[in-house]
Structure formats: C-alpha cells, structure tokens
C-alpha cells in the first residue's frame, strides 16, 4: 500500500480550540513509503533491492537487504523499521527524507551515494570507481555526517 506526504504541511505546533499549544502530527517531510514483504531479515536503515530469487509479481513485491554489490541498479530504497524473518512486511522510504541510513565509513555532507561493494545494506560514496560499473547510479545525497555508521540522506525516487 502506498503512503506518501506530499501535502506540504509545516507547522509543528498550534493553538487548539481552547488555546493551549498542541503539538501537530510530525510537519511533511517530502517522503514516500511503500510497504513491502521481507525476503529475509533486514535492519533498520539497511538499502533494500528487490528480491530477484522470487518469482512472478513476487519479484516486486519482495525485498531483501542489498548484497554487498557496488553500485547495484535495482536498489528499492531504506527499510524504516526492522524484519527478522522472511515473510514480515516492513516500510520503506522509497523517495525523500531518511534520517537513519547504514553507511560503510565516513561519508561527506553533500555526497552522492551508491551501493556498498564491501558490506551488505549499506551506502558508500558514489565516485569514479562506482560510476564504471554497469548501471551504477547513485541513489540518494547526504544530508549530514557519519555518525556510528549511520547517516542522514535523500534518497532518490528509483521507480
């Protein structure tokens, strides 16, 4: 099912009918979320691709944590929560805002980014090596630095 927060909604606080402060539903953060079924178990924050072992419209509608491939094409987007098996539905950011992202190493603020070729579900930077591999593109900027391996990113709408 897809959801999304298009609607440009800013507010982060307002007065309710009595004139208290309330404080609003989280303020659009220009993302969308498609839910998927998980091919095995996948991390919050791990790249997700497609699950190309499945057959038929399973192919779709199955993810898997991105092997450790650099610059893989079939990339889905990043798991918003966790699955410990195959078979669990999880979230994933398809396009937009993802505040946690599981990175190789130390990426720069404002680097494009590509499938890790070293270590599975994670992004590393998109550079001339990446860019040599066939289809390789990158699949989102980000958006802050490494901490603990994870990052801030935007993530590119594949599809």
Do not use: H
């Not at 969308?32 to 691709?49: L, W």
């Not at 390789?136 to 802050?144: E, K, N, V, W």
């Amino acid at each position: 099912m897809a959801t999304s927060t298009n609607i440009q909604y800013l507010l982060a606080s307002a007065k309710d009918e009595l004139g208290a402060t309330v404080q609003l539903p989280t303020a659009s953060n220009r993302r969308q979320i498609e839910t998927f079924i998980a091919g095995a178990a996948i991390a919050v924050g791990d790249i997700v691709a497609f699950d190309t072992s499945a057959t038929g419209a399973a192919r779709v509608l199955t993810v898997v944590k991105c092997p450790a491939t650099l610059g893989l094409p079939n990339i889905v987007g990043v798991a918003l929560e966790a699955a410990t098996a195959a078979g669990q539905t999880l979230d994933v950011v398809v396009a937009g805002y993802v505040e946690t992202v599981n990175a190789t190493a130390a990426i720069a603020t404002g680097t494009a980014v590509t499938t890790s070729g070293a270590v599975a579900g994670r992004v590393i930077t998109y550079d001339s090596t990446a860019a040599a591999q066939s289809n390789a593109s990158p699949i989102g900027i980000t958006l802050g630095a490494v901490v603990a391996n994870v990052v801030p990113m935007w993530i590119f709408k594949k599809f």
